[in-house]
């Protein structure tokens, strides 16, 4: 992979805030892993390189502390909430005192 996942709004880009990243899939039938990246610009997330299998699935052994560990449950539906997950610092930062994230709502569009 000759870059990291690019932010097209900040033409920047993004950099690894976590390997390993656990998500539910819909319904909950599997947890799955992946690489979160964040846009150092705009902050914008998104997680790349997910496994072709699940790390587990809702019927095995160890689905429970898997789903322990996962970040968010996939869905659908329009989102009314931007849920924003709090991360340490990333190692070897730059130590300036990045501002903490703040939960951020936006409303429905209306345009569908
Ligand atoms: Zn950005």
């Known amino acids: ?5 690019i932010c097209v709004a900040c033409a920047r ?17 599997a947890i ?7 846009c150092e610009g705009c902050k914008a997330r998104v ?12 019927y095995e052994e160890g689905f429970d502390r898997a ?8 869905r ?5 909430v931007v849920r924003v997950i709090e991360l340490p610092p990333a190692a070897g930062g730059r130590g300036q005192g990045e501002p903490p994230f703040t ?4 409303g429905s569009n209306g345009r569908d």
């Open 32 to 38: 799955w892993s992946g690489d979160l990246f964040e």
């Open 13 to 29: 880009e993004m950099r690894c805030r976590k390997n390993g990243f656990f998500f539910k899939d819909y319904q909950a039938a």
């Open 103 to 106: 939960r951020t709502t936006f």
């Open 1 to 5: 992979m000759p870059f990291a996942p």
């Open 67 to 74: 789903a322990s560990h996962s970040e968010f449950e996939l």
């Open 76 to 80: 659908r539906d329009k989102p009314a």
């Open 47 to 58: 997680v790349v390189g997910v496994g072709r299998e699940p790390v587990v699935e809702s």
